[in-house]
T-cell receptor, first 118, second 112 residues
Framework: GAVVSQHPSWVICKSGTSVKIECRSLDFQATTMFWYRQFPKQSLMLMATSNEGSKATYEQGVEKDKFLINHASLTLSTLTVTSAHPEDSSFYICSARVFGRESTDTQYFGPGTRLTVL | AQRVTQPEKLLSVFKGAPVELKCNYS??????LFWYVQYSRQRLQLLLRHISRESIKGFTADLNKGETSFHLKKPFAQEEDSAMYYCALSGFNGGATNKLIFGTGTLLAVQP
């Protein structure tokens, strides 16, 4: 099946620094990847849609200058949290979209990255 | 507005009992509905989608457009069904890309 990896699985950083999270589709190409944020005991909230070779589409309320997304290849999307602050601490999850039969599409999720900003 | 509502945060049942996880949605067009499951310490994974009309691990879900519901059902719960279940709706982002809108999730706890 389609496998999506994320690196790192967890990261601790100091306030004011930037952190890059990678999302890779291991055995397929993904023109579209999605970035979600999940707070403890809450649902996944879509942050942005990442399209290979073009600018990401951000959801309302998500600062594009703070959460930089780059989708330079069909197997890699990166999320950079710039000038991180404690309130950015969260679980970040990516997914990659695969088209299947009957014009359906399925999102395959990565394992997530736990970010803690001190 | 597009919205997915899962009214129960926690559903606790005994092994062998029937299970119904409720999901209601709000969507102006023709939606595509999904159930995702997250087992302890594992990633989110697709359980089933309404257009497939499949039974996965004994679970079924029927889309009821009149009641705007997509409840997940299983006649006899097993302990290994204990997990977090998310109902999701696929909507369009300006017609360009489908995106998933998730409900808040229901934690199913199956007691022995």
């Amino acid at each position: 099946g389609a496998v999506v990896s994320q690196h790192p699985s967890w990261v601790i950083c100091k306030s004011g620094t930037s952190v890059k999270i990678e999302c890779r589709s291991l055995d397929f190409q993904a023109t579209t990847m999605f970035w979600y944020r999940q707070f403890p005991k809450q649902s996944l909230m879509l942050m942005a849609t990442s399209n290979e070779g073009s600018k990401a589409t951000y959801e309302q309320g998500v600062e594009k200058d703070k959460f930089l997304i780059n989708h330079a290849s069909l197997t890699l999307s990166t999320l950079t949290v710039t000038s991180a602050h404690p309130e950015d601490s969260s679980f970040y999850i990516c997914s990659a979209r695969v088209f299947g039969r009957e014009s359906t599409d399925t999102q395959y999720f990565g394992p997530g990255t736990r970010l803690t900003v001190l | 507005a597009q919205r997915v509502t899962q009214p129960e945060k926690l559903l606790s049942v005994f092994k062998g009992a029937p299970v119904e996880l409720k999901c209601n949605y709000s969507y102006s067009g023709s939606p595509e509905l999904f159930w995702y499951v997250q087992y302890s310490r594992q990633r989110l994974q697709l359980l089933l989608r309404h257009i497939s009309r499949e039974s996965i691990k004994g679970f079924t879900a029927d889309l009821n457009k009149g009641e705007t519901s997509f409840h997940l059902k299983k006649p006899f719960a097993q302990e290994e069904d204990s997990a977090m279940y998310y109902c999701a709706l696929s909507g369009f982002n300006g017609g360009a890309t489908n995106k998933l809108i998730f409900g808040t999730g229901t934690l199913l706890a199956v007691q022995p």
